[in-house]
């Protein structure tokens, strides 16, 4: 099972008096999908939720988080046992609509970053304006030449996705930043 293969999974930071922490998070589906913009309803209806339609939306349902990074593609995070039903409904959908769906699961990892100082953590990485990010905004940027996609899922709670390989070297600048702030450096 890909959890077992989990590159962050197991990894914590004792930093109790830090304004900013990270974490792994837990394995989950991930799919990319291209669709044209003009069926987007049909892969909403796929997807079992409004997927959003301006680029830079974030829109999650219970469970479930999908981002428009692009005019006719979309990141989609589910719960790993709800995987094979939305393949078989995207599946379903390829006979009424040319669509692209892809289990980039094996590829993806995800970091949490939360808390009061989070989007200044970021800030010391990323090169756009971290804290100008709208709640339940997403979108691709890079973080010390490592493209990641960027949610920004609540005010002091971000997640980063990340490749597998570079999700160690992510991990340890986001947790050398971590320090710093709790040090007061």
């Given amino acids: 099972m890909r959890q077992e293969e989990h590159p962050l999974i197991g990894r914590s930071l004792d930093m ?19 669709i044209s913009p003009d069926n987007l309803a049909e892969a909403s209806a796929a997807w079992g939720a409004i997927l959003p339609a301006r680029i830079g939306e974030l829109a999650s349902s219970p469970g479930r ?3 428009c990074i692009g005019p006719d593609e979309w990141f989609l995070i589910a719960p790993l046992e709800e995987q094979g039903a939305i393949e078989a409904a995207f599946s379903a959908l390829y006979a009424k609509t040319i669509h692209s769906l892809v289990d980039v699961g094996h590829r993806e990892v ?3 970053i939360e808390g009061p100082a989070a989007a200044d953590v970021l800030q010391s990485c990323i090169a756009f304006e971290v ?8 979108r691709r940027t890079i973080i010390d030449r490592v ?26 600048l986001l947790a050398g930043i971590c320090r710093e ?3 007061g450096v």
Avoid: C, K
């Fill in 147 to 172: 493209p990641i996609i960027l949610f920004r899922e609540a005010q002091e709670r971000f997640r980063i996705e990340v490749w597998h390989s570079f999700s160690d070297h992510v991990w340890h």
């Fill in 181 to 183: 702030y709790e040090l």
């Fill in 65 to 67: 988080l999908a981002a």
């Fill in 110 to 112: 995800g970091i949490a």
């Fill in 16 to 34: 109790p008096h830090a304004p900013a922490t990270i974490r792994p998070v837990e394995d989950a589906a991930r799919f990319n999908l291209r």
């Fill in 131 to 138: 804290g100008a990010m709208a709640m339940n905004e997403a």
